[in-house]
């Protein structure tokens, strides 16, 4: 007999690398991946004896404001400490990190979940410098190390265990990177190892408030990579726990994303095996209630906030919203589209100002769909449009009132691109001017009748769904210059007459 299902229990210790001008503790230049290996570096960064460390200020102002972003208390007593350990990517045999008094403590981020608003416990946010880079030549007996990003400044982010699926790991993992971008500490670019994840995974039995020894999935550097790693915990956990054979210690565990699969690699350590004690070398840190706000200053807007505004404000789906956030440039056009539509000259255009919430939808669209496969195809950023938002503007407006089939808009977006004219010389150039006469209608509806009588004859019977085939026809025979519901009122007047 099977046993019931076990409840999942996850944490993430997210480690984001800043982009301060100057690594943590020295004056190299923070370049890590940019330049050849082994060329940012001095006696500070590579731990050479008697050097003394000199923090960045840079960089503790940076994680303040990820904390107050994070909802986090700021700590107005701090310090660093000495975190041992032994690999060859640290040059020192330590890190320099923080234990008990981290910068900032306990925190919370709200998350969307299946439409469902989600808060995740934030433990602690601290600050480290980063170990040097090991490479593993494929086939060599030997070990690269690039020393470039030992002493890089690194923010840790701890999660407390509310995560309840791999799903929404991966949804917390964006947004949070959403967040270090807006506020622009980092460029959070996971493929570059600016931002990767720990993941904390441990299954708990029905109505028991007793976690399993939890599993560590190190290193992981990509939203899809942590979904799945996860996945794989579970099946493999849930497996163990029908057998009666759930692991009694806790262990680290590597991903590989060729097979899917994790395996074990040592037993996890827990704080006294890292030996941590203050760092002599740095003296602690004091400030005030006032100092701290002082320091942090005025957030921006941060994404979950401007995805409920863009909500509200605007009527555009949620997912189009999470698109403008994930592309603030694009974001910044759409709103000066919508501020333009606001002042259009409505008796020239013949819209109604009960339309612009309809506009703003149309707008969305149009942005995150045609102009940005533009912007895709032509390898151009969104501020090298030479289309204006005055422009575009009246472009939404020709689309909304059917002037224009929407498959020639990447033809007209194209030619706005290059010439940086509007929408209305550039349809009438194009030749796409819609053809509005209902003599040359219902001439192009009676040619393509005759050219399909058995079209015809099943849309008499019965099958009302062939009439797009029609439509389509038509459409073709007019180069998409029509409107497809005029074209469907004529056909069905002529199958109705028919029929009589």
Request: hydrophobic share 35%.
């Amino acid at each position: 007999m099977s046993k019931p299902a076990l409840k999942t229990i996850i944490g993430l210790e997210v480690h984001v690398q800043l982009n301060t001008k100057s690594k943590m503790f020295c004056s190299c230049p923070n370049v890590f991946g940019d330049i050849a290996p082994n060329t940012a570096i001095c006696p500070i960064c590579l731990g050479y004896p008697g050097t003394l460390p000199l923090p960045n200020e840079a960089s503790i102002i940076s994680i303040q404001r990820v904390g107050a972003a994070l909802n986090c208390q700021l700590a107005t007593h701090s310090k660093f400490d000495r975190k041992h350990y032994f690999y060859p990517d640290l040059p020192k045999g330590y890190q320099i990190s923080q234990y008990d008094q981290p910068f900032c403590g306990p925190g919370k981020v709200p998350i969307i979940v299946d439409g469902q608003r989600r808060s995740i416990g934030i433990t602690r946010a601290h600050l480290e410098e980063d170990a040097a880079k090991n490479t593993h030549p494929a086939g060599a007996n030997y070990t690269l190390v690039d020393y470039n990003r030992a002493g890089t400044p690194l923010v840790e982010i701890v999660t407390e265990p509310d995560l309840r699926s791999p799903a929404e790991a991966k949804i917390f993992l964006q947004e949070l990177r959403r967040i270090m971008k807006t506020l622009r500490v980092s460029t959070a670019d996971m493929s570059k190892g600016q931002l990767r994840c720990d993941a904390n995974i441990s299954l708990r039995e029905p109505g028991s408030d007793q976690l399993n020894p939890k599993t560590e999935i190190k290193n992981l550097n990509s939203f899809r990579h942590v979904e799945r790693a996860l996945q794989y915990e579970i099946i493999r956990l849930t497996k163990l726990f029908q057998q009666d054979k759930l692991p009694r210690r806790e262990t680290t565990r590597g991903f590989n994303a060729d097979t899917g699969l994790t395996t074990e690699q040592r037993g996890k350590e827990g704080a006294a095996d890292y030996r941590y004690f203050p760092e002599p070398d740095i003296p602690p840190f004091v400030f005030t209630l006032e100092e701290i706000n002082a320091r942090v200053g005025s957030l921006p807007e941060l994404p979950h906030a401007q995805r409920q505004r863009l909500i509200s404000q605007y009527a555009i789906s949620e997912q189009s919203a999470r698109l403008f956030i994930d592309h603030q440039e694009l974001s910044s056009f759409f709103e000066s589209t919508v501020s333009e539509l606001q002042q259009l000259d409505n008796d020239r255009l013949n819209i109604d100002p009960k339309d612009l919430p309809f506009l703003s939808v149309t707008a969305s669209h149009i942005i995150l769909r045609q102009l940005r496969d533009l912007l895709i195809k032509h390898q151009l950023a969104p501020a090298k449009l030479n289309i204006t938002p005055a422009n575009f503007a009246e472009l939404v407006v020709i689309v909304y009132l059917k002037q224009l089939n929407q498959n020639n808009l990447p033809d007209v977006l194209t030619a706005m691109q290059s010439t940086g004219g509007d929408p209305d010389h550039i349809i009438k150039d194009l030749g796409l001017s819609p053809v509005s006469d209902q003599d040359d209608l219902i001439q192009a509806v009676d040619q393509v009748m005759s050219a399909h009588p058995d079209v015809v004859a099943k849309i008499k019977s019965g099958k009302t769904s062939a009439t797009q085939f029609l439509i389509g026809q038509v459409m073709a025979r007019l180069r998409g210059r029509a409107n497809p519901e005029k074209i469907l009122d004529i056909i069905k007047n002529k199958i109705d007459n028919n029929s009589k």
